[in-house]
């Protein structure tokens, strides 16, 4: 992880494969961890994203450390919910067509 201190806050970089995880799951990470950093996510070759933490005002002279450790962990999360989703899609799918197709959208009478 890399670590820059700017005039505004603390910056701080890290470099994700994206080979390990998935830019939609880097991307719904960074949407909830935008309360507490802004975040950044931007190309740095083939198989590698970095993406910048932005700590301003109190979360500045808070634990970035911290923020960077909960990202990593909502990270894996996301990761594996969409790994999740990808495999049980079919099942899903079936499920909801058996659902609906025991019901009638039209009431009689």
């Known amino acids: 992880m890399e670590r820059q201190q700017t005039h505004e806050g ?3 970089t890290l470099t994700i494969d994206t080979r390990i995880y998935g830019l939609e799951a880097i991307k719904k990470t960074a949407y909830k961890f935008a309360d507490r950093a802004s ?4 190309p740095d070759g083939t198989d590698t994203v970095s993406v910048s933490f932005a700590f301003v005002g109190k979360h500045a002279a808070s634990e970035p450390d911290q923020v960077i450790a909960d990202f990593s962990n909502e990270l894996l999360d996301q990761d594996l919910r969409e790994i999740i989703k ?3 899609t079919s099942l899903r799918n079936l499920i909801l067509a058996h659902a ?3 019901t009638s959208f039209v009431s009689e009478g």
């Open 100 to 102: 609906f197709s025991q």
């Open 86 to 88: 990808r495999e049980s």
């Open 39 to 42: 975040v950044l996510i931007n």
């Open 10 to 12: 603390t910056v701080r």
